[in-house]
Nanobody, 125 residues
Framework: EVQLVESGGGLVQAGGSLRLSCAAS????????IGWFRQAPGKEREGVSC????????YYADSVKGRFTISSDNAKNTVYLEMNSLKPEDTAVYYC??????????????????WGQGTQVTVSS
């Protein structure tokens, strides 16, 4: 059974940093693309970033490019999202997602079958 467990969310002031973690289990890490979506109140889910361990490809939404960095530790089956220069508009529930794809690029939320429970990120102004 695929399991994704997020951690690392919290409350931070604008300009601050947080690191989210997604611990994955139940599948072969290298065969999957793992990423992050976020959803703010009253807004659609937004694809933030993803990473493919098989070819090293990554994707970032324009809204986070240059501020967020995704990485993976294959030995720990864990993906990290380092978030710097946070803005109030980054406030959302962040979800870890995974599915069996080759290569990482933009995919819509419905294209991912596996989702974590989400972790709240709140950025105060």
């Amino acid at each position: 059974e695929v399991q994704l467990v997020e951690s690392g969310g919290g409350l931070v002031q604008a300009g601050g940093s947080l690191r989210l973690s997604c611990a994955a289990s139940g599948f072969t890490f290298d065969d999957y693309v793992i990423g992050w979506f976020r959803q703010a109140p009253g807004k659609e889910r937004e694809g933030v970033s993803c990473i493919s361990s098989s070819d090293g490809s990554t994707y970032y939404a324009d809204s986070v490019k240059g501020r967020f960095t995704i990485s993976s530790d294959n030995a720990k089956n864990t993906v990290y999202l380092e978030m710097n220069s946070l803005k109030p508009e980054d406030t959302a529930v962040y979800y870890c997602v995974a599915d069996r794809y080759n290569g990482c690029y933009y995919r819509a939320s419905y294209e991912y079958d596996h989702w974590g429970q989400g972790t709240q990120v709140t950025v105060s102004s």
